[in-house]
């Protein structure tokens, strides 16, 4: 079938492409064509009048070197899709009067009593038009133009002849009109359907990359979004830090004076309120830890009933208030791991079961499966959804508290458990079904051979009475807070809020033991006080850095530093055993 469709002439960028390429056809024939134009002269001026050969053949050459010309401007020019229709046209006028000089060789050779030549002239022609459909046929009427002048001027003269063979060529060469018609109709189908390929494949690379630019514009957007809260979390925790660093010291040096039943109770309600501000933070802390990079897993062989009874006696007071079981099955597996990073995640797993279940209980226990122990937290809780089982591990993310009930916590233990487990290389999975209940599971290498006895050093409380300390912190209420629960130990303190003053200080009294915020005012870090600070005074004092500095970058700097480190709000209890522990 004939696609008689790529006969039209339509405005855009389809036209442009097929223009294109006709005008490109031109610019690679124009030399071969006069050089065979100069060899059919060449034999035509054996048998015709050399005046009429010259004038036909620099009519021919001079018209196509204009041609050529005109497709060259185009091509350097560039045009409008609008003007496209109009220089087609042009193409059509141009190939028309190419295809009448072309005709014009059968009245040169035909009638001259030369066989050879008018053979030559027919085979001429046709070879003429079959490059004809090669170098016009992207657009067919550019083609049509250029044969149909020569059936008109050429043909046309070879069919009124008056030797029968000539007519018979006539005749032969009108035949193949129709030949020559389909396959310029079909190679301008072919391409036009190329053209339209390599457009949409253009529109989609185009498509293509606008999404890979717009991934990369969200990934960009969402790299600074999660800076932000990191830098946002660093600084309002840090901020919020040093008061309830200040109010734990504060409440804990006060309880070492004598109080009235009625104080001792408000003193209570006052350090539980102290407490659950302080755990909100530290959950934070470990967020912050594990974004920074600075968890780092010190694995070591160690008994899982161990890790066991720590976590019981921290959770099951929760459960026991909100008057759930909780039972944890007794096991005697051991593990290879960092026992501190595993305890951190299924104290997340344990508390976070109890704050989401109402009536039932929590269950932890271990089982053996091939080379692992998988530890499961089982409760009686609410349930998850299965479209919610992954975004549960999202920071931030919490289930059923619209209120933002604080006793759910801040969203962020499943995440850190999650952050940790990642880090050791170990599974954590759920299971759940609303309303009855979910089963967070573990998976952890099984350890067979011997365990080690307990060998801890056990640090043996230093007395702290008549111990001289510096205090050096830039925030007065924390500053004056650490300064009155030293006191309280019996322990003899210099306050500074400066490096300067810490300096002038230890001139007057040659202190145990430095303790140190680590930020400080004037772009000062607690780690360079503390190293000119033992210059000074020659000799490596004892120290401890605290810091309330959530940030990934700080808390990297600090851990770089090698001195002990403890985070606001410090426990008084840890405080004195750290203090404890460097000064004997």
């Known amino acids: 079938m004939i696609p008689w469709g790529a006969l039209r002439i339509e405005p855009g960028h389809l036209l442009n492409e097929q223009l294109r390429i006709v005008l490109r056809n031109q610019d690679g ?20 009048q050399w005046e009429k050969v010259l004038a036909w053949w620099l009519t021919i050459s001079i018209y196509s070197l204009v041609v050529w010309l005109q497709a060259r401007y185009y091509l350097k020019r560039g045009w409008s899709p609008e003007k496209a229709p109009a220089i087609v046209w042009q193409l059509c006028l141009a190939h028309g009067i190419d295809g009448c000089l072309w005709g014009t060789l059968t009245w040169l050779s035909f009638g001259v009593g030369d066989g050879q030549l008018e053979i030559i002239a027919t085979a001429s022609l046709t070879g003429i038009v ?9 657009i067919p009427l550019v083609f049509l133009s250029f044969l149909f002048s020569i059936i008109v001027v050429g043909d046309f003269h070879m069919l009124v002849n008056a030797d029968p063979t000539v007519r018979f060529l006539g005749l032969g060469g009108l035949l193949l009109v129709p030949t020559f018609m389909a396959q310029a109709l079909n190679s301008a189908h072919v ?9 949409e494949k253009d529109a989609l690379i185009e498509e293509k ?22 830098v946002f979390l660093a600084a309002a925790s840090h901020d919020l830090r040093q008061p309830v660093h200040a109010q734990a010291l504060f409440l804990e040096a006060l309880s070492t004076t004598p109080l009235a039943v009625s104080q001792k109770e408000l003193l209570a ?13 530290d959950a934070l802390l470990d967020f912050s830890r594990l974004e920074a990079g600075v968890v780092v897993p010190a694995p070591l062989p160690f008994s899982i009933q161990d890790l066991f009874y720590r976590v019981e006696n921290e959770v099951a007071p929760m459960a026991d208030e909100k008057g759930l079981v909780f039972r944890c099955r007794e096991t005697t597996l051991s593990t290879y791991s960092d026992p501190a990073l595993v305890e951190l995640i299924v104290r997340n797993l344990t508390s976070n079961a109890i704050k989401y279940t109402c009536s039932g209980g929590v269950l932890l226990a271990a089982r053996r499966r091939a080379s692992s122990v998988i530890l499961e937290v089982w409760d009686t809780g609410v349930g998850i959804a299965p479209h919610n089982q992954e975004a549960i591990f999202q920071e931030f993310h919490q289930l059923n508290n619209p209120e933002r009930d604080r006793r759910k916590g801040l969203g962020l233990g499943l995440a850190i458990a999650k952050g940790i487990a990642v880090r050791l290389g170990h599974a ?16 952890i290498p099984l350890y067979q051979g011997q365990l080690e006895p307990n060998t801890a050093r056990i640090i043996i409380e ?6 001289k300390a510096l205090v050096l912190d830039d925030d007065e209420l924390a500053l004056h807070g650490m300064g009155s629960l030293l006191q309280s130990w ?14 002038q200080a230890v001139v007057r009294q040659h202190p145990d033991i430095i303790v140190s915020d680590f930020r400080l005012a004037e772009a000062r870090d607690g780690g360079m006080a503390i190293a000119q600070l033992r210059a000074a005074l020659n000799q490596a004092i004892p120290a401890l850095l605290i810091t309330g500095d959530t940030s990934p970058e700080r808390l990297r700097e600090a851990e770089a530093t090698g001195i002990p480190l403890l985070h606001k709000p410090a426990a008084p209890e840890e405080l004195r055993r750290v203090i404890s522990q460097a000064l004997s």
């Open 490 to 503: 019996g322990m003899v303190c210099e306050l500074a809020q400066s490096l300067g003053q810490a300096l």
């Open 462 to 467: 230093t007395s702290l009475s008549g111990k």
């Open 130 to 138: 079959a490059q004809g459909v090669a170098q016009n046929s992207a």
């Open 269 to 281: 309600n006052a350090r539980l309120a102290a407490s659950a501000s302080s755990e909100l933070l």
């Open 428 to 443: 954590l999975t759920v299971r759940s079904q609303v309303g009855r209940g979910s089963v967070f599971r573990l998976e």
């Open 209 to 230: 990359d606008a999404l890979i630019e717009e991934a990369e514009s969200a990934r960009q957007d969402a790299v600074r979004a999660n800076t932000a809260k990191s």
């Open 191 to 199: 391409v036009r359907n190329t053209i339209e390929l390599t457009i």
């Open 29 to 48: 024939s124009v030399i071969p064509g006069i050089a065979f134009m100069t060899l059919l002269a060449w034999r035509m001026v054996q048998s015709v």
